[in-house]
């Protein structure tokens, strides 16, 4: 029997599998499907990651409830360090954190991601908050990238504005990236999982969400994605996943209500 | 009988009184938390213009209210929105209609830039990470290539930020300006530093004795700040770590009045109408305001 998951904890627990034990990873604003990912690995195959909390500055807070603000006190409940500012600056610009989790306003075929403007820039459609801390795409180990729609006017063949670095392109600038920055390495939607496993790491279809095909995922799409032959289907969250996430770690249904 | 010390309590509008036209502001605090608000409303009814914004890396309700104001000329923008509740009318309208001279940056450059002015150093050298995004284009005169004298590699270069002004609240103070945030340090002694006058505001004003019994607690020191000002309620709408959540009915509130562009509406019911937040306060009303102490 499949139980009834949301769409939320379903990329919950997609994002959940791409964390590793060994990891140091950082989250920020409207994080509440990458935090349910993280708690959920730690609970599972990955007891000794570690997590900050931007905002708050909580190192592996135990909040058993996914609230809505980042900089929330309430989620130093359970916590083991009060991170400054400095320390996030400093573990993102050494490698330290082997994780960053984003979203953004546009999202390119190479993985750039625009949170900054959409439009001229001088003359912009749509003025985004700012670059914050995307930039550090180019220094920690790995991105992953979340959104909370899918659509073509997210997903373009070239952003306006270069605010979190992916694949490049030139070679001339490659000198500038972190030498341990791997860059984006998964991208997780409402509808599908992409990845770049690509010659010239172009945005792949990775899997389809259960109700989607590759045809509805790439008509979502303002570009052409790479597929390759027969697209698997996007594992659910099993049972026990789902217990752990509402009994432990969502305890008010936050994911349960999050994307309609 | 010893000598007294003098007390720096005062008024917020005695402690803003030197505020003037085109000076460089700061506010403490991380999106809607400890957000120095009864401070930036204090600003607002002191009817200044043209400030430079320097604000924190994330934040966005005081910058929106005080563009709403007309009071902004520039603003340093790493993270200007509303968090969970989506990006800053006044903000999103003032860059895209041209109003404001913006300068893009990020999180690093406002924090290092802060850094640099705190310690008195001349710029902050950073690996070229930025050199991969679109920011030096746009903000040329904030990312300089340089040479690392060391290494022989290109690095960058960003100036240091020192402003005129800064704005921290704390869930408590001494009359001396020995300040505690509950919810920790986060860059409030960085801020402190690098800005010239530091106008601290409290929830409660405490007996020194709660201070010094507990020193490693304190994460403001007194030595730096100018003026400490009560303010109950300080980081109202916003919440004040340890003390009170934000109040999420009154943000959607001033969200409405300013994606209408009726933001003046706004301040002329809660922020002109008194010289003080009991306007404010009292449209909220004692429930409410329980309701948003931590249990």
Known sequence: MTPAYSVAELMATAIAREMRDDDFAAIGTASEIPLCAIRLAQKTHAPNMWFIYGGCGALNSKNPKLVEMAADFRNMTGAEYRAPLADLIDFEFTGRFSVLCFGGMQIDRYGNVNITNVGEYANPKVRGPGTIGLPFMASVKRTILYVQHHHARLFVPKVDFISGPGHLQDPELAQYRRPWAIGTTLVVTPLAILDFETPDRRMRLKSVHPGQTAQSVQAATGFELAIDGDVPATEVPTLEQLKIIREEIDTTGVLQRLIV | ?295
């Not at chain 2, 720096?8 to 502001?25: F, M, P, R, Y």
């Not at chain 2, 070229?128 to 904030?142: A, F, G, N, R």
């Not at chain 2, 959540?245 to 008194?274: C, F, I, M, Q």
């Open chain 2, 1 to 295: 009988m010893s000598a007294q010390r003098r007390s720096k309590v005062t008024s917020a509008a005695q402690a803003l009184a030197g505020i003037e036209n085109g000076a460089k502001v700061i506010a403490a605090g991380v999106h809607f938390s400890n957000t120095p608000m009864a401070l930036v409303r204090e600003l607002v009814r002191r009817r200044v213009r043209d400030l430079e914004i320097i604000p924190t890396p994330a934040t966005g309700l005081w910058v929106d209210m005080l563009l709403g104001a007309g009071a902004i000329r520039k603003i340093w923008v790493s993270y200007i929105g509303m968090e969970f509740l989506g990006l800053a009318p006044n903000f999103r309208r003032a860059v895209e209609a041209g109003e404001i001279e913006i300068v893009d940056v990020d999180e690093p450059t406002i924090f290092l830039g802060l850094r640099a002015a705190a310690g008195g150093l001349p710029f902050v050298a950073m690996p070229p990470i930025h050199k991969l995004t679109d920011l030096p284009k746009v903000s040329p005169e904030v990312y300089r290539d340089i040479i690392d004298p060391f290494t022989g590699k290109t690095v960058i270069a960003t100036p240091p930020l020192a402003p005129d002004w800064a704005f921290i609240h704390v869930a408590k103070a001494d009359v001396f300006g020995n300040g505690v945030s509950l919810g920790g340090r986060h860059m409030e002694d960085i801020i402190a530093k690098a800005s010239k006058h530091v106008i601290l505001s409290a929830e409660e004003i405490v007996e020194p004795g709660a201070i010094t019994s507990a020193p490693t607690h304190t994460t403001v020191p007194g030595v730096l700040v100018e003026a400490v000002v009560h303010a109950r309620y300080g980081a109202y709408p916003g919440s004040c770590p340890g003390v009170y959540s934000y109040d999420r009915a009154h943000l959607e509130e001033y969200l409405d009045y300013a994606k209408d562009n009726r933001t003046s509406e706004y301040l002329d019911r809660y922020v002109y109408g008194s010289q003080d937040d009991s306007v404010l306060l009292a449209a909220a009303g004692p429930e409410r305001l329980a309701a948003l102490e931590l249990q």
